[in-house]
């Protein structure tokens, strides 16, 4: 089945690994309206990091419309995600999101850094 999201292959591989892991709700659920759910679902279970599909209009997307959130949707999933992770993990990894548009690819936006890193 297309757009499955495994929140358990999340968990074994952060038992199995060093490495981090990132969880992909965009292309694990195929639809804009489980993104939030399934990006704090991924990180109850102690995801590193997200990838998240951000695109100015969605609707007109050559590719990835339907998995992809519009700039205010990405601002609401990770203020959702950022409070479901303050008891969880830190969200400090840095997450750069990259679209290609008509003038080729733009940040989108990228995460705080921890203190530490900095």
């Given at each position: 089945?297309?757009?499955?999201?495994d929140l358990?292959?999340?968990?074994?591989?952060l038992?199995?690994?060093?490495?981090?892991v990132i969880?992909d709700?965009?292309?694990?659920?195929?639809?804009?309206?489980l993104?939030?759910?399934?990006?704090?679902?991924?990180?109850?279970?102690?995801?590193?990091?997200?990838v998240i599909?951000?695109?100015?209009?969605?609707?007109?997307?050559?590719?990835?419309g339907?998995?992809?959130?519009?700039?205010?949707?990405?601002?609401?999933?990770?203020?959702f995600?950022?409070?479901?992770?303050?008891s969880?993990?830190?969200?400090?990894?840095?997450?750069?999101?990259?679209?290609?548009?008509?003038?080729?690819?733009?940040?989108?936006?990228?995460?705080?850094?921890?203190?530490?890193?900095?």
């Amino acid at each position: 089945m297309r757009n499955t999201i495994d929140l358990a292959a999340v968990a074994l591989a952060l038992d199995l690994s060093h490495l981090p892991v990132i969880a992909d709700p965009s292309h694990g659920t195929g639809k804009q309206s489980l993104i939030a759910a399934v990006s704090r679902a991924a990180v109850a279970v102690g995801a590193d990091g997200l990838v998240i599909e951000v695109h100015p209009c969605p609707e007109r997307a050559l590719s990835d419309g339907p998995q992809s959130l519009d700039f205010a949707g990405f601002e609401k999933v990770m203020r959702f995600t950022e409070r479901a992770a303050a008891s969880n993990f830190d969200l400090g990894c840095v997450i750069a999101l990259l679209r290609r548009g008509s003038r080729g690819w733009n940040r989108l936006r990228t995460a705080r850094s921890t203190p530490e890193a900095d």
